[in-house]
């Protein structure tokens, strides 16, 4: 009997150097931006190593990418494997690639061990996760989930004026070898090995994150509005100034959403005045406000909770403020038997494995709405992500990669 399927650690090493090289950047990072000609380059190399091993290689109108190992019954729906190519323009060497690459690691170690499943297993590398050259991001995965590419996403213009439907194009035509199949259809699961992007697990020392869910965003635009004056002549009595307001909300939210819930996460990361004058007090003051939350009540509430606080000290103020909802994303839970999957899969391995919710989106939150879905998550260094300091120790890549090759070798 032949021995069982194993990773090679050496291989996925080599893999991820391979790749870490297209788009290298001079400290250490990759800038490989979705649809770019590094991007075109990512792919090709996954195509052909995958032609290598006599995977199939095709590709969606969406541009993504896939490899297919096929299973004993063909007409299965097949168990997809996989995550994103492209990176931020200061990105890291593993953030979308570690799962993409684990999961060709999964197919070779497969190959390598002559192991036929029932159902056929493809790596899937989806098109412009990041979203930092075109927006929206995740746009492959909610491509395949919506079966179509909405239309006024092809029109998206790059920051360096290249419009996405030509750039898209252009990257399909660039691999005409890949055979073109169908956009979305149906799949048995979904697995994706990715980062943790937090501290966590390092600091826990567990080598392996099984997550239960990804977290709900709220983006809110708060606009207080009070009265320009000459910041010389006018006296505190005499005026409407909404950046006291602000700095009143601001200082009760910080107080209290955080240190009151230990999952609740509050980020104020933009602030204007206008007319912004260095010698006059402004006449309106905008912020935004991004929560999260793994509960949506409690999404609500913390809204709610936003919503009066910045009434009150606009009213305290002599302003008044208004808010309004500029992205809203509900959270998700993975299904309890996919969470199982990954937590079995870690501990019969051997690792330390423990539940824990997501703070960033992933494509696994899109394929999650057309098949069951889970994600893994392994430690990288300091938390550090979407950052040219991003780091990932083998052993963790490994244990990523035997923990989706054993949830793999269940699911398929
Ligand atoms: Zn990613």
Redesign the pocket.
């Known amino acids: 009997m032949s021995s069982p399927p194993a990773i090679r650690a050496g291989r996925l090493q080599d893999r991820l150097a391979a790749f870490a090289a297209i788009g290298a950047t001079a400290k250490n990072g990759v800038n490989r931006q979705a649809l770019t000609a590094g991007d075109r380059q990512a792919r090709r190399l996954l195509a052909e190593l995958g032609s290598a091993r006599g995977f199939a290689v095709s590709q969606d109108a969406a541009a993504n990418l896939f490899l297919r190992r096929e299973g004993r019954d063909p007409s299965l729906p097949p168990l997809l494997l996989g995550?994103?190519l492209d990176t931020q323009p200061t990105g890291g060497r593993f953030?979308?690639a570690l799962?993409v690459l684990a999961a060709l690691e999964v197919l070779e170690a497969l190959a390598d061990a002559g192991v036929e499943t029932p159902r056929a297993v493809e790596v899937v590398a989806w098109t412009n996760?990041?979203g930092s050259r075109f927006s929206p991001g995740c746009f492959g995965s909610r491509a395949f989930a919506a079966g179509r590419i909405d239309p006024a996403w092809e029109n998206a213009l790059s920051l360096d004026g290249e419009r996405l439907g030509d750039e898209l194009a252009a990257t399909l035509a660039a691999l005409t070898e890949a055979a073109m199949r169908p956009l979305g259809g149906t799949i048995a699961g979904y697995l994706e090995l990715?980062?943790e992007?937090g501290p966590v697990l390092e600091r826990e020392e567990i080598a392996v994150g099984a997550v239960t869910g990804i977290q709900g965003t709220r983006w809110l635009e708060i606009a207080i509005a009070g009265a320009a004056a000459h910041a010389g002549t006018t006296p505190s009595s005499f005026r409407r100034d909404p950046m006291v307001a602000a700095a009143a909300s601001l200082h009760d939210l910080y107080g209290n959403v955080m240190p009151r819930d230990e999952n609740a996460r509050l980020t104020v990361g933009r602030l204007r005045a206008e007319p912004g004058s260095i010698n006059a007090v402004p006449e309106r003051v905008i912020f935004s406000v991004d929560i999260r939350h793994p509960d949506p009540a409690r999404l609500d509430a913390i809204e709610a909770h936003v919503r009066r606080t910045c009434a009150h000290a606009a009213a305290a103020a002599g302003c008044r403020s208004e808010a309004s909802i500029l992205f809203d994303m509900p959270p998700l839970t993975f299904p309890d038997a996919m969470v199982a999957l990954v937590e079995d899969a870690a501990t019969r391995q051997g690792f330390s494995v423990r539940r824990m919710v997501s703070g960033?989106f992933?494509?696994a939150l899109f394929v999650a709405r057309v098949a069951p879905a889970a994600m893994i998550f392994v430690p990288c260094r300091d938390g550090i992500?979407h950052n040219e300091a991003e780091d990932v120790e083998p052993r963790h890549a490994a244990a990523g990669a035997a923990t989706l090759l054993e949830c793999a070798l269940a699911a398929a």
Request: hydrophobic share 15%; glycine share 14%.
């Open positions: 995550s994103h953030d979308g799962g996760e990041e990715h980062i992007q960033a992933h494509d992500s």
